[in-house]
């Protein structure tokens, strides 16, 4: 077959392949993508996209950038996996830069994995490890069972990790849970009324990601910091979302100039190369000892090379920074749109999310694509947005053109009256 028609044929019968082939764990997959450069997607029909979702803050150097090319090309060429009863090069100094980045320091460790919800499930054992008797790092000798996560947050999809997560609707189909962890309101008081001696650690996200975009209250690390140190509890923060630059900081929890017990990190660290992390500070990193957890993949040369490359990239380039001036940029773009679907917008950096005034974020999206334009819903009234950390005036105008259209399509779709929601999603049409 020769490459236009294997292209037609993609391009033709992939809804039909997909939906008899893949299982059905998500919603109809929305295109199929062949190609990718910078902020750039190209379908199978040969049709381009302007990609404000990134995987979701997956891509921080866009797609197919040099630089993360090479770094697979050469790596793959040179040594792509050993088991873990060895060490190499890249995830050596891979565990270093994390150390150097997240502050860690010389006490700090690293453990490697390949999702974002291994990651946690590390950090859930290590939770584990701190609360049982006689194993705590505080030197209590009294076990620690109880675990606390907040409510809404998303922490991953394995066991470990939904026990974690503080949503209800996700749980039920998988019930019983890991025991163990209570879920809380993000809110000082809530988390000094449930504090005790009794507790492992506490679980946050700096930024909600999956429950729409959701800072936690101005204030609430800082305290979360003060009140887990008092109680001997671990603070463990999951950076998965908003790692990597994306918050306009290398890491979300140092914009409150705290120090966690452990972070997590995955999604933008490999720039679209499967690659998680656990990082410990302080006496935490002396928890896990031989035999108490392992993977096979886990520190991988091919994903530790990949993940340095783009580190790397990141700072070189200053892309850092650019999250936060872009984000702000961004932002006041949006704010400035005359939509009358348009609330606010929530978030930090190039992690951001719209808020809607109706629950029409699926129709917007839909319309978004149908212009061209990649962005998602996360809940039914927020759309998110994050982008490669690269973007600059180009992309942002592109963006405010497309995502403008995309609001008009929707709210000419709608009979918008101010004081009623609308009772129906309608089909966006470009
Ligand atoms: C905050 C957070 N934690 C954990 C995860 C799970 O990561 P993964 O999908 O790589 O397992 C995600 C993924 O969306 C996330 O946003």
Not at 189 to 211: H, Q, R, S
Request: glycine share 12%; net charge negative.
């Amino acid at each position: 077959m020769s490459g236009v028609q294997e292209q037609t044929t993609a391009a033709t019968m992939w809804q039909e392949d997909a939906g008899r082939d893949l299982v059905r764990n998500a919603g109809d997959r929305m295109a199929l993508f062949v190609r990718g450069e910078g902020s750039s997607l190209w379908d199978a029909d040969g049709r381009r996209y302007l990609d404000f979702l990134g995987g979701i803050a997956v891509t921080s150097l866009g797609h197919a950038h040099p630089v993360f090319v090479d770094a697979v090309a050469r790596q793959a060429a040179t040594l792509s996996h050993v088991s873990n009863f060895f060490a190499t090069p890249p995830q050596l100094a891979l565990a270093a830069e994390l150390k150097r980045l997240t502050g860690a320091g010389d006490a700090g460790r690293v453990y490697f994995a390949n999702s974002g919800a291994e990651a946690n499930e590390a950090a859930f054992k290590l939770a584990r490890l701190h609360g049982a008797a006689g194993g705590a790092a505080d030197g209590a000798r009294a076990p620690r069972p109880r675990i606390l996560a907040l409510k809404d947050a998303f922490h991953g999809r394995t066991m470990g990790t939904l026990a974690l997560t503080g949503k209800p609707y996700m749980q039920a189909p998988f019930l019983p849970m890991v025991p163990g962890v209570e879920f809380l309101d993000s809110a000082v008081e809530a988390l000094e009324a449930a504090m005790g001696d009794d507790v492992a650690a506490l679980f946050v996200e700096p930024i909600k990601g999956e429950a729409g975009v959701v800072p936690l209250p101005e204030g609430y690390l800082a305290a979360a910091r003060e009140i887990t140190a008092r109680h001997g509890a671990l603070l463990i923060i999951d950076e998965i979302q908003t790692g990597a630059g994306r918050t306009g900081a290398w890491f979300a929890f140092q914009h409150e100039g705290i120090v966690p017990d452990a972070i997590t990190v995955a999604k933008g660290i490999g720039g679209g190369f499967p690659i998680g992390a656990l990082i410990t500070f302080g006496a935490a990193s002396d928890l896990f000892y031989p035999g108490t957890h392992g993977s096979t993949f886990g520190g991988n040369p091919l994903a530790t090379a990949t993940s340095l490359a783009v580190l790397g990239e990141i700072e070189r380039a200053g892309l850092v920074e650019n999250a936060a001036v872009r984000g702000v940029q961004l932002r006041a773009a949006i704010e400035s749109l005359a939509s009358p679907l348009i609330e606010g917008c929530r978030g930090r950096g190039l992690l951001l999310g719209v808020a809607l005034r109706h629950p029409v974020a699926g129709a917007v999206v839909a319309a978004a694509q149908q212009h061209g334009l990649i962005v998602n819903a996360a809940n039914d009234s927020t759309v998110r947005i994050a982008p490669a950390l690269t973007i600059g005036d180009v992309e942002i105008d592109e963006f405010v053109d497309l995502f403008a259209r995309a609001l008009s399509t929707v709210a000419d779709a709608l009979v918008l009256d101010d004081t009623e929601t609308p009772t129906s999603t309608p089909e966006a049409s470009a």
